[in-house]
């Protein structure tokens, strides 16, 4: 049988143990509510994206109003905040600072690494929204009452933008729209995932416009230092990957259609491999010998003219020949006036003068051939 003191000691190791891995699963559980976002479930439907009657103010890119349908997903209450970016990248590239803040100064391929290592975390597939999820969330879903903004048609009311504000404001202070769903309209633009394109005219299903990793990208929503007409639901903007500023942020998805891989840009293709000598000087007689041809030609095209007018003044010089003695009697054209008879002449010699010409240019140019 072990002393008393050796059973004590096993006894308070035991209990050590056991609450150090209390103190690590509620560790764990803090860090997992801190870095993952609130979600709101969003029922799929059928709506119309794009600028509508219930919209004013439009530009031709948010044109035409095409009906969408999409699968249900979950999107998050609020945009990426501050604390959560910190728990997932250990940095902070926001110039407005505070935990509660959405991020900003992120750029779209930022989000993406952001993504990639909170999946790893969570072993959940976040991603961006589409800019159809996106529209239709800001929308209302399938609670929609039509607003011109996420929630209401007093911009006041549910966004932060150029009237009432001069820089980010904390998630969540404003109303909500019919979902539940904070800060669509203001605060930080919004990347999605899709790349930039006009509306299509048909009728879309789960539509996502994937392209090149390099490709211009959409954001929605407007922001803090935007005006009212910015910060509709329908409203569109786009910049680089690489482009960041203290204006954009974003929010998660989870679910919905599945987005297929970004495809990457095809590979530049090596140079093509110099000509040898040989070639160079094969190629250079080839050029020379149909540039020849080429100027052969127009030298015959020239001829032709040239000889096409000689025949037009041949043709006017007898005619002028065979009527001379009417327009002098005044019998030309039924007048007798000297002012008409010298008006005829001067034409007739208008015209041989013009016909020269031409046959001078034509000279000059087959000289220079």
């Known amino acids: 049988m072990r002393p008393a003191r050796i059973r004590d000691f096993t006894m308070k190791k035991i209990i050590f143990f056991i609450a150090l891995g209390i103190i690590s699963v509620n560790i764990h559980a803090q860090n997992s509510q801190t870095v993952e976002p609130e979600m709101v479930f969003v029922q799929g439907g059928t709506f119309q994206m794009g600028c509508g009657n219930e919209q004013r103010g439009c530009y031709y890119y948010e044109k035409p109003s095409h009906s969408v349908t999409v699968s249900d997903f979950s999107i998050g209450k609020y945009e990426v905040t501050q604390a959560q970016w910190q728990a997932v990248m250990d940095t902070n590239p926001s110039r407005f600072k505070g935990d509660n803040l959405p991020v900003d100064n992120v750029n779209w391929n930022d989000t993406q690494e952001f993504i990639q290592k909170l999946n790893a975390m969570t072993g959940k597939n976040y991603r961006l929204p589409t800019e159809a999820e996106w529209e239709y969330a800001?929308?209302?879903?399938?609670?929609?009452?039509?607003?011109?903004?996420?929630?209401?048609?007093?911009?006041?009311?549910?966004?932060?933008?150029?009237?009432?504000?001069?820089?980010?404001?904390?998630?969540?202070?404003?109303?909500?729209?019919?979902?539940?769903?904070?800060?669509?309209?203001?605060?930080?633009?919004?990347?999605?995932?899709?790349?930039?394109?006009?509306?299509?005219?048909?009728?879309?299903?789960?539509?996502?416009?994937?392209?090149?990793?390099?490709?211009?990208?959409?954001?929605?929503?407007?922001?803090?230092?935007?005006?009212a007409k910015y910060v509709r639901v329908t409203y569109r903007n786009w910049a680089s990957p690489n482009y960041h500023t203290n204006e954009f942020g974003f929010r998660l998805v989870l679910g919905g259609h599945v987005i297929d891989t970004i495809p990457q840009a095809p590979p530049v293709p090596p140079p093509a491999p110099e000509p040898t000598f040989e070639e160079r000087t094969a190629n250079s007689i080839d050029y020379i010998a149909k540039r020849n041809d080429s100027q052969e030609d127009r030298i015959k095209q020239l001829e032709k003219e040239n000889q096409e007018l000689r025949k037009e003044i041949s043709d006017l010089k007898e005619y002028v020949n065979e009527n001379i003695e009417w327009i002098s009697t005044g019998s030309y054209g039924g007048s007798s006036s000297s002012a008409s008879r010298e008006s005829s002449l001067m034409g007739l010699r208008e015209q041989i003068n013009y016909l020269q010409n031409e046959i001078n240019n034509l000279r000059y140019e087959l000289q220079r051939k």
Not at 151 to 156: A, K, T, Y
Not at 173 to 186: A, H, P, V
Not at 193 to 200: I, K, L, S
Not at 201 to 227: E, F, H, K
């Open 138 to 227: 800001a929308r209302g879903g399938n609670k929609s009452k039509g607003y011109i903004y996420s929630g209401s048609n007093n911009v006041d009311d549910v966004a932060w933008y150029r009237d009432n504000s001069d820089s980010t404001h904390a998630t969540g202070t404003k109303l909500s729209n019919e979902l539940g769903i904070y800060d669509l309209t203001g605060n930080v633009w919004e990347w999605c995932f899709d790349a930039h394109t006009d509306y299509p005219d048909s009728a879309q299903i789960n539509p996502v416009v994937v392209a090149y990793s390099n490709s211009l990208r959409m954001l929605r929503g407007g922001d803090w230092n935007g005006d």
